[in-house]
């Protein structure tokens, strides 16, 4: 015989594992959220999550992320391997408890988290379980073993497959989603890629790399020695700092490990991304409040002492000092507690002691050192200040407007007659004689036209008064019905589909994101809540013995083209904007809902600060950050599904 195979007993123990790894089959949404796109990225994430707990303990140093041909995935870290040895409660080899016993506490069934050097492996049970099959190797003290598994179930005991030198370690996992299981099975490069540059990111010193053996020459590779601080500069990259410093704070407090790094803009916009054991914490929590809180205290006792604040001011506000700010809040503690709706919320009150102490102290320390960046830092969020002072007495003014006059809906809007607001839909529509035919092509009943004359205001690159001055931004805001910021309420929504109506070339590409834009930073549950629509109006108009054709795509055309035959009795007419249409064809080609395609504008799968990102990028002023986006993102100019 040549490979020794670890004796195992299979009895009762192993029944009861298999009940527990059905219950994943017959439930997958409960351990890994869905089973969509996002479900199946999940699979990779878990398997890496692994890897980067081993970094976290100290034995780690390199993780590599294959995607074969067949949409199978290989994860491999040169770690210390998992243990081959005989669990004594299970009877197993260690690394077959990790595969095959679901662990207390994935992520979507409540309980606890794993962090570094506690519970690793905790995942890796459920991707076994939907994988059609799944292969893991372990390098440990000269010698490889191997062990396959098929849904869930072992193939064959862990056997040893041949040797190595001494001192490699490291654990190779290959597996495979169960396409009974996943709506879709095909990997996303992208995807896979900004998540393991986020990884990265908050792993100071890992190197991460992914390759894509579907595509030649795609291959990534991430290290980031800076951690946070280089996530910090690479989010400001198409901004321009007021300050060459990333400020950096770290410290253990009460079990908690806390890194902080920030540094200001000259945007007018806050981006501020916290993390708890690597996980992203979009709803904020505990851990939030405490940098928020650390900060705000911080800067009004260094503007009061440093005589920049003057006594008859009032205090600097939290989101004064927060105007242009990146920062990310990354902590690791033992046993989050994750609170609110969506469990996205910290819950722990010793995150916020230990952000709120380790921030203060150490920025405090920093503002005694660096009085320059300090001074500059306090004199934009004076500034920041006297702003919203302003633009406070502006909406004040709109407000008792209103209140007086009831709800005046701006003079533009042809509005529709339904009142119910899930039957209602509203044409946002680049210029005034495209909006005159989509006016006289509606239906009426459900149909409501807002024309925009151009461009609109570019919210990345003004202040709140001059963008509540904004006559089309304040069209818009009066017709959503809903308000914004603090007074938005989406149960006002006046319509269900905000449909963006713009040309289809690189001008009228350019308006929707600035639409999209405002959306976004001003009423982001709008897209969140998937209210917010692009309208595709047709590219080529084809006709042939009377007989018409519409295409929607340069690919489209020539599969019409096909069809009908390339000969001169063609006629195609290129549309080179929404005006060349009369009103007859945009309602037949853009408005008939039982003809047109919408699409819906999500974001689904994007990280938050990469969707940030990309609105700074394609808004913001700086040139070269935007060509080479647009030439790295060709997808995203192509279809914006942001
Ligand atoms: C490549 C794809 C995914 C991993 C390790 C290393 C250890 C480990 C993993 O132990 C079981 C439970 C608590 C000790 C730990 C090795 C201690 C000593 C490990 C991975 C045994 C889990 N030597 N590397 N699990 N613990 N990488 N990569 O999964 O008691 S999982």
Redesign the pocket.
């Given at each position: 015989m040549g490979n020794t195979n670890v004796e195992t007993e299979y009895g009762g123990d192993q029944i009861q594992i298999l009940e527990g790894l059905e219950a994943v089959r017959k439930r997958p949404g409960m351990y890994i959220g869905s089973t969509s796109s996002t479900g199946l990225h999940h699979l990779v994430y878990e398997?890496?999550d692994?890897?980067i707990?081993?970094a976290l303990?100290g034995?780690?140093t390199d993780?590599d992320v294959t995607i074969h041909e067949d949409n199978s995935i290989t994860?491999?870290?040169n770690?210390?391997?998992?243990?081959v040895g005989i669990n004594h409660k299970a009877g197993l080899p260690?690394v077959e408890?990790?595969f095959t016993v679901l662990h207390a506490g994935g992520k979507f069934g409540g309980g606890g988290y794993k962090v570094s050097g506690g519970?690793?492996?905790v995942g890796?049970s459920v991707v076994n379980a939907l994988s059609t099959w799944l292969e893991v190797e372990v390098c440990r003290e000269g010698k490889i073993y191997k062990q396959r598994y098929e849904r869930g179930k072992v193939c064959y005991p862990l056997k040893e497959i041949g040797t190595c030198d001494e001192g490699q370690t490291?654990?190779?996992?290959t597996f495979s989603p169960d396409p009974e299981i996943f709506e879709d099975t095909v990997y996303d490069y992208d995807t896979l890629r900004t998540r393991l540059r986020e990884t990265a990111f908050l792993t100071k010193g890992i190197r991460i790399s992914l390759k894509d053996e579907r595509e030649e020459n795609r291959e990534v590779s991430f290290h980031y020695e800076g951690g946070i601080k280089e996530f910090v500069t690479y989010l400001n990259k198409g901004k321009t700092p007021l300050y060459e410093d990333v400020l950096y704070f770290e410290g253990t407090k009460n079990g908690v490990y806390v890194e902080v790094a920030i540094q200001h803009n000259d945007s007018f916009n806050e981006s501020t991304y916290s993390f708890v054991n690597n996980i992203t914490t979009p709803e904020g929590g505990t851990h939030l409040a405490g940098f928020r809180n650390a900060l705000t205290k911080t800067f009004n006792d260094y503007a009061r002492t440093s005589k920049l604040l003057k006594e008859s001011e009032a205090n600097l506000s939290g989101e004064d000092i927060r105007e242009g700010l990146t920062a990310i809040v990354s902590i690791k503690i033992e046993d989050p507690q994750f609170e609110g709706q969506t469990k996205q919320k910290l819950g722990n009150s010793e995150a916020r002691l230990a952000v709120d102490s380790i921030v203060s102290e150490q920025l405090t320390y920093y503002l005694e050192q660096n009085p320059t960046i300090a001074k500059i830092i306090c004199e934009k969020s004076i500034l920041a200040q006297r702003a919203r002072e302003a633009a406070r007495k502006a909406r004040d003014l709109t407000r008792r407007k209103t209140a007086l006059e009831g709800m005046a809906l701006p003079g533009k809007l042809a509005d529709c007659s339904d009142k119910n607001p899930e039957n209602c839909e509203i044409y946002i529509v680049e210029g005034d004689s495209a909006g005159g035919s989509a006016k006289t092509a509606r239906s009426r009943a459900t149909q409501a036209i807002l024309p925009l004359r151009g461009k609109i205001l570019n919210v990345e690159k003004a202040r709140l008064d001059k963008i509540y001055a904004n006559a089309e931004i304040k069209a818009m805001i009066t017709a959503f019905g809903t308000g914004i910021h603090d007074d938005f309420d989406i149960s006002k929504l006046r319509y269900h589909k905000i449909i963006l109506m713009t040309d289809a070339d690189v001008d009228g590409a350019h308006i929707s994101t600035l639409l999209l834009t405002f959306i976004y930073r001003f009423m982001p549950e709008l897209i969140k809540q998937g209210h917010v629509y692009l309208a595709t109006p047709p590219l080529y108009k084809l006709e042939k013995n009377k007989k018409i054709w519409y295409a929607y795509s340069d690919e489209e055309l020539s599969d019409i083209l096909a069809e009908v035959g390339r000969d001169s009795n063609n006629k195609i007419q290129r549309y080179k904007g929404l005006g060349e249409m009369d009103a007859e064809q945009l309602w037949e080609t853009t408005m008939d809902p039982e003809r047109r395609i919408l699409k819906r504008v999500t974001m689904e799968g994007e990280s938050e600060s990469e969707t940030d990102l990309t609105f700074t990028i394609l808004m913001g002023d700086k040139v070269e950050p935007r060509r080479e986006f647009i030439e790295e993102n060709a997808r995203y100019v192509k279809n914006l599904d942001i």
């Open positions: 398997i890496v692994n890897s707990d081993e303990a034995y780690c993780v994860v491999v870290d770690g210390r391997g998992i243990p260690a408890v990790v519970l690793h492996g890796a490291g654990t190779k996992v």
